[in-house]
Each structure stands twice: as C-alpha cells, then as structure tokens.
C-alpha cells in the first residue's frame, strides 16, 4: 500500500534546484489540499507549502519565489521544485495531506519516511 511516498531529495550547492515528488495513496490525495514540510536537524518541522485540489499553491515568505508546489491528479502525487537552494534548506522533506484552521495549515495522516535534501555552501 502507497500512503504516503517521498523522493528525490539529494545533495546539491547552493543555489541548485531539485525537484521532489510525493506519491499517495488515492484517497488520501483526491479529496484534500496537499502540502510539504521539512524538519532540519534538531528543529521543529516546519510547513513549506500546500496545493489546493483546485490547484492553488500557497507559501510562507521562507519559500516564497524560491519553490514552487504542484499536483498530478492522474498519478496521485506532488512535487515539490526547489531553485535558488541555500543550506538552510537543508532537512528531511516530508508530504502528507492538510487541514486549514484559523489560517494554519495541520497535517491529516502519518507521515512517510521522508527525503533527504542537503545542501553544501
């Protein structure tokens, strides 16, 4: 069973790009907005963007411009492309599904293992 499926993360300098996807089980992906977090090494994990189901990403200013959310509904996965990399980009990358409330966006199912993106000054 497919839950929750990250890949693509890896080590490259900054300033590079990656692109990160997330494979979920369908019925977790079809009917929710879908996002990104990333936990850095002795740090709280940090939300990085979401998509809509209609396809409408949203961003902390962290991020902004810098990463871009967006979602095959065919192929029930997410991706998450990362330019203009510094090294406090450096975390595990996690997908999972969202709940807005009062503003804040909550993760709604188990997290999966997770990718690797390390970035090198």
């Known amino acids: 069973q497919v839950q929750l499926v990250e890949s693509g993360g890896g080590l490259v300098q900054a300033g590079g790009s990656l692109r990160l996807s997330c494979e979920a089980s369908?019925?977790?992906?079809?009917?929710?907005?879908m996002g990104w977090y990333r936990q850095a090494p002795g740090k709280q994990r940090e939300w990085v963007a979401a998509?809509?189901?209609?396809?409408?990403?949203t961003y902390p200013e962290s991020v902004k411009g810098r990463f871009t959310i967006s979602r095959d509904n065919a192929k029930n996965t997410v991706y998450l492309q990362m330019n203009s990399l510094k090294p406090e980009d450096t975390a595990v990358y996690y997908c999972?599904?969202?709940?807005?409330?009062?503003?804040?966006?909550?993760?709604?199912?188990?997290w999966g293992q997770g990718t690797q993106v390390t970035v090198s000054s």
């Open positions: 369908r019925s977790i992906f079809s009917p929710n907005t």
């Open positions: 999972n599904s969202l709940r807005k409330v009062s503003g804040t966006y909550y993760p709604t199912n188990d």
């Open positions: 998509i809509s189901t209609g396809g409408t990403p």
